[in-house]
């Protein structure tokens, strides 16, 4: 069977073997993905194999103070921004190195484009647990915000361009 792009389904897909190293985030997705799906809170995206998770993300609504912003992101003169957060992004230990994580973004930047076209989004934020997840979304064009120690943001114009290549 081949790899597929679903929402969370707690009665399919077998949360209890995921282990992604990093304890907040196999508990995030054991514990807490499906509650918050269940609140609108966010939505959880997994790649999977069958009942196998690969890896996931998580997608909901947020906003950027203004301030936090570079100068070129800055418009108008709203206190705060539209923009998709990228909660959590985790690859299983037995698929990690293989390019899942890169496999995970662009369907998040899927996402968000598609989201693009009914409400206003500037782009993604994400908050990295820790600089070795913030150069990977360094690595993606994401830029540091001011304010917030591992906050990055992507501006619409360079998801467009990563999906469009």
Known sequence: MALKFEILNPQKHN?????????A??????????????????????LAKEETIIGFYSI????VLR?????????????????????????????QGRG?????????FEKTLHAAETVGIMGMVVDAKNEKAAA???????KRLAGAKNRLALPMAAIKKAVHK
């Open 67 to 95: 301030d936090h912003l570079p100068e070129n992101q800055k418009i108008g003169p709203y206190e705060a921004l539209p923009f998709l957060l990228l909660g959590r992004l985790a690859v299983d230990k037995r698929f």
């Open 15 to 23: 949360r209890d073997d995921f282990d992604c190293g990093v304890d």
């Open 136 to 142: 990977f979304y360094e690595g993606f064009g994401f």
């Open 25 to 46: 985030l196999n508990r995030y997705l054991k514990k807490f993905a499906n509650q918050d799906q269940k609140r609108s809170l966010t939505k959880v995206y997994v």
């Open 100 to 108: 899942y994580g890169d496999v995970l973004i662009y369907h998040a």
């Open 60 to 63: 909901s609504a947020h906003s």
